[in-house]
């Protein structure tokens, strides 16, 4: 099983900041990889795939960029609404997909 | 606009039954592959489960294997999960999820709300 795990665990981020996120991989995933975003007392909901791809509708202020096994989420000028648990996961070992444990990002 | 519900969870014993329910609609069904995961309140997502679009491939967790059933019924446009011998550890949140288009896309564009399901005696 591809394990996956996120740093730092909590982030705290002045709103209009830069938040960055990693995301590692065991082994290789190469691009197969998407970010999900879960606000409190939501269902996640897909920011990035492939790596670098926004989902539809996902605002330019987050960006993605990694392949193999070492990859980053930004969150340029933090909003307030962008609050949330951030989950990346890996799905290069389909359908066997794995989920890394997340990263918290809260406004300082 | 695409919709999945889900439905079934509740209070079950160790050892009992339960059967999840996800209803979808806003989109073609029978073209997407789906699947199930789950998260213990506060911690983080377990894949557990997926079928393919016609129903001919099925994957499982280590975890759920050999005691939770997954299913589809293209016809009512819902999925199932058939949970049995359940344990204390299976509570969670349950959410089913609509795999991206594409074969072996594997991640998930559109999740339920999620149900819950708590074991106790």
């Known amino acids: 099983e591809i394990v996956m795990t996120q740093s730092p665990a909590t982030l705290s981020v002045s709103p209009g900041e830069v938040a960055t996120l990693s995301c590692r991989a065991s082994q290789t995933v190469s691009v197969n990889l998407a970010w999900y975003q879960q606000k409190p007392g939501q269902a996640p909901s897909l920011l990035v795939y492939?790596?670098?791809s926004r989902a539809t509708g996902v605002p330019a202020r987050f960006s993605a960029s990694g392949s193999g096994t070492e990859f980053t989420l930004t969150i340029s000028r933090l909003q307030s609404e962008d609050v949330a648990i951030y989950y990346c996961q890996q799905y290069n070992d389909w359908p066997i997909v794995t989920f890394g444990p997340g990263t918290k990002v809260d406004l300082k | 606009q695409v919709q999945l519900v889900e439905s079934g969870g509740g209070l079950v014993k160790p050892g009992g039954s339960l059967r999840l329910s996800c209803a979808a609609s806003g989109f073609t069904f029978s073209d997407y592959y789906m699947a199930w995961i789950r998260q213990v309140p506060g911690k983080g997502l377990e894949w557990i489960s997926y079928m393919s679009s016609s129903g001919s491939t099925i994957s499982y967790a280590d975890s759920v294997k050999g005691r939770f059933t997954i299913s589809r019924d293209n016809a009512k446009n819902t999925l199932y999960l058939q949970m049995n011998s359940l344990r204390a550890d299976d509570a969670a949140m349950y959410y089913c999820?609509?795999?991206?288009?594409?074969?072996?896309?594997?991640?998930?564009?559109?999740w339920g709300q999620g149900v819950l399901v708590t074991v106790s005696s």
């Open positions: 492939g790596a670098s």
């Open positions: 999820a609509r795999e991206a288009p594409g074969y072996g896309s594997g991640y998930y564009d559109y």
